[in-house]
């Protein structure tokens, strides 16, 4: 996706139809704002069931272009794990959703970074196909 004027976010998800899903959310460029090379995106978990999920696990994998500043999240705990982000929510009920705020620093424009984040959980989820998401981004002002 290419940053155009008017465009408040990009975001790419995965719908759900047992156990845990994924969806990716990233901020798009404004054109009318200046240059930051601080770039905050969100990535969320969300189980839509029927039943709870446990052991539930996000990872996300950094775009290699970037530098890593920091991440938390609304349940659990979030770790730098080499070019990724571990969270480890532990359970989510059915209908819970968890997010993930990661901060990285990117490039000097023009730019296009692609992240890409997976859940997993113990329980056998009969569509595992849309337990990851991945999004292409790019910033040309």
Not at 12 to 34: K, V
Not at 76 to 96: E, W
């Amino acid at each position: 996706m290419t940053c155009l004027p008017g465009r408040d976010f990009a975001s790419i998800s995965t719908l759900a139809s047992c156990i845990a899903s994924s969806a990716l959310s990233l901020p798009a460029c404004n054109a009318n704002e200046a240059f930051s090379p601080a770039l905050i995106y969100t990535v969320v978990a969300n189980d839509r069931g029927p039943k709870g999920a446990t052991n539930v696990v996000l990872t996300d994998m950094l775009p290699t272009n970037v530098t890593f500043v920091s991440s938390s999240s609304t349940q659990g705990f979030c770790s730098r794990t080499g070019s990724g982000v571990t969270c480890d929510f532990g359970s989510l009920a059915a209908g819970a959703i968890a997010f993930v705020r990661i901060e990285v620093l990117t490039p000097t424009p023009r730019w296009t970074l692609v992240d890409s984040a997976s859940v997993t959980g113990i329980e056998f989820d009969p569509n595992a196909k849309n337990n990851s998401a991945t999004l292409s981004f790019t910033y040309s002002p």
